[in-house]
């Protein structure tokens, strides 16, 4: 159980393009889900914190409106990169908790690559 | 806010031997503390965690010890095995409620030698 899905793995865009990244959790239902940057050789970034429903709460420094989250229901978010530049190329990795349960599974990440 | 303390950085062993990475926290409202592997190119693997009203959690080879006063909490990885190499990130958080945020501590590579 707890399997947190996240697709595309890899994904190349051209600059001032678009890109949307699923974060799916598979066999549990996710009120709140995280999303991470994470630069090579580095710690995991948070950027974002959503709840199903409600609008998502960025950290401080993460553009909103460059970096989009929807979280429509309880099992799917997404996040879209708006007119991608190549200072957007990371490994986004999306995180998943039950309501009223700690702990956080993680999905396999996805690595942007813009060219 | 939360700030983890994670140490070494890297850390190099022989097949067999025993692995420790250490970490601080300075929240004292921080009750949560898991620890993920991270293997390259992959999303981090919750392996172990341990709750503040615990003070030590094993689980086959994995043990995880934690000194509420002292603000720190360590992993303990015994006969280490190849497949063990990977990025080891520990993490903090308080307890109350599914929103609360992890913090994470810079990672330790380890690798695991024949």
């Known amino acids: 159980g707890a399997v947190v899905s996240q697709h595309p793995s890899r994904v190349i865009c051209k600059s001032g393009t678009s890109v949307k990244i699923e974060c799916r959790s598979l066999?549990?239902?996710?009120?709140?889900m995280f999303w991470y940057r994470q630069f090579p050789k580095q710690s995991l970034m948070l950027m974002a914190t959503s709840n199903e429903g409600s609008k998502a709460t960025y950290e401080q420094g993460v553009e909103k409106d460059k970096f989009l989250i929807n979280h429509a229901s309880l099992t799917l978010s997404t996040l879209t990169v708006t007119s991608a530049h190549p200072e957007d190329s990371s490994f986004y990795i999306c995180?998943?908790?039950?309501?009223?349960?700690?702990?956080?599974?993680f999905g396999q990440g996805t690595r942007l690559t813009v060219v | 806010g939360e700030n983890v303390e994670q140490h070494p950085s890297t850390l190099s062993v022989q097949e067999g031997d025993s692995a420790v990475i250490k970490c601080t926290y300075s929240d004292s409202a921080s009750n949560y503390f898991p620890w993920y592997k991270q293997e390259l190119g992959k999303g981090p693997q919750l392996i172990i965690d341990i709750r503040s009203n615990v003070g030590e959690k094993k689980d086959q080879r994995i043990a995880v010890t934690l000194n509420k006063t002292a603000k720190h909490f360590s992993l303990h990885i015994t006969e280490t095995q190849p497949e063990d190499s990977a990025v080891y990130f520990c993490a903090a958080s308080p307890l109350t409620g599914g929103g609360n945020k992890l913090t994470f501590g810079t990672g330790t590579q380890l690798k695991v030698e024949l």
């Open positions: 995180s998943a908790r039950r309501y009223r349960v700690t702990e956080a599974f």
């Open positions: 066999d549990f239902q996710a009120t709140t």
